[in-house]
């Protein structure tokens, strides 16, 4: 959606509907037939980021059903840092502008989220339960969306590591900690 690269290239507040009307290559008023505010166009393109993450999980959960909790915890790291590659402007939008939401937009959203949020934490407790974690769940939950979710700010998709390799080496740092170990534990500090 183009109105996401300009919000993120010119910021969602500073962005006018002159300016979508001109990215898209259209008059001002076809803007309005769509959509009745900018507003509502922030809300698309973050009601499509977080539709895009559910079905992305659910299509994996889905379709194998004797995939391990690593490795669905491993693709929804993977489809965070994806859409960092395909969907740039969402993700910088998604998470520097949702307080910009209407009232009811905003509470929308945040459903999907804290829905999308408890989807990763009963995977963690699932793995607590069968002893393959250790941790408290809903804090490694915040851990693994903290180092996913501030890639944004850093990551380079035209470098040489591709958001696979990030996510693999984010899921070993989140597993292992800095000690390195792959093994769950408690990590005894002199």
């Not at 491993?74 to 395909?86: E, H, N, S, V």
């Not at 804090?139 to 590591?161: E, H, P, R, V």
Request: hydrophobic share 45%.
């Amino acid at each position: 959606m183009r109105a996401a690269e300009l919000f993120d290239s010119r910021g969602y507040h500073v962005a006018s509907m002159e300016d979508l009307a001109a990215a898209v290559g259209v008059a001002k008023p076809t803007i309005y037939h769509y959509f009745k505010s900018k507003s509502d166009i922030l809300y698309a393109i973050h009601e499509e980021f977080i539709d895009l993450l559910i079905c992305q999980h659910e299509g994996r959960s889905t379709a194998q059903l004797q995939i391990s909790v690593d490795d669905l915890l491993l693709g929804i790291m993977q489809d965070i840092l994806q859409l960092l590659g395909t969907h740039r402007g969402h993700v910088r939008v998604f998470f520097e502008c949702h307080r910009s939401l209407q009232g009811d937009q905003q509470v929308a959203i945040r459903a999907k989220r804290d829905a999308y949020t408890r989807t990763v934490v009963g995977l963690l407790e699932q793995g607590k339960a069968d002893g393959r974690f250790v941790r408290d769940p809903d804090i490694a939950a915040f851990a693994l969306f903290g180092i996913c979710n501030w890639a944004y700010q850093w990551y380079d998709a035209s470098g040489s590591m591709s958001t696979v390799d990030l996510a693999n080496k984010f899921w070993q740092i989140l597993l292992g900690g800095i000690t390195g170990s792959t093994t769950p534990g408690v990590v005894s500090v002199p």
